[in-house]
């Protein structure tokens, strides 16, 4: 947690960080849900973000979700699961809005662009009706909309394995 926390300090993406450290997006990811990393990546993460290698092996042995930030005054700080999936959460819906903006300023673009041709066919319907779908896809993920999420997965194994709900 404490490796996310100071790449989200930086504003980086995981591939960025990957891409600094020489290190796989896949190996920050598995880092940064809490599993044990090497020596050889805490060397190539503690140079990336330029602090002591030994700052980042410092975890309480008392409560391994409580770690010491090397950027504050000696004082544990915890990132809990509640807080990552709010950051994610948050990052999503930004994410959605930065996208629904851009539709609206693109289409808005294209029909005035095409009304202004006087072109007697709408032709911009098109590009609204795909990007849109694109668009709705996206709301689904970000708002948890799918038919077939995690809900429906549970009800199917046990479905599956004969138990009943």
Known sequence: MLIQKLRLQRGWSQQQLADLSGLSVR????????????????????????????????IDPMNPTTLTDPLSSDQPQRLSAEEALALN???????FY??????????????AFNLWQDIPRLWAVWPAL??????????????????FGAEWEKQQVEKRLGRKL
Do not use: C, N
Request: overall charge positive; aromatic content about 8%.
């Open 27 to 58: 190996t920050i990811q598995r880092l940064e849900r809490g599993q044990s990393p090497s020596v050889e990546s805490l060397k190539s993460l503690a140079a990336v973000f330029e602090i002591d290698f030994s700052e980042l092996k410092r």
């Open 89 to 95: 959460q948050v990052r999503m819906l930004k994410g």
């Open 98 to 111: 930065v996208h629904l903006t851009q539709y609206v300023i693109v289409i808005s673009a294209l029909f």
């Open 130 to 147: 795909g990007w849109g779908i694109g668009l709705a896809l996206h709301a689904a993920r970000v708002f948890g909309l799918h038919p």
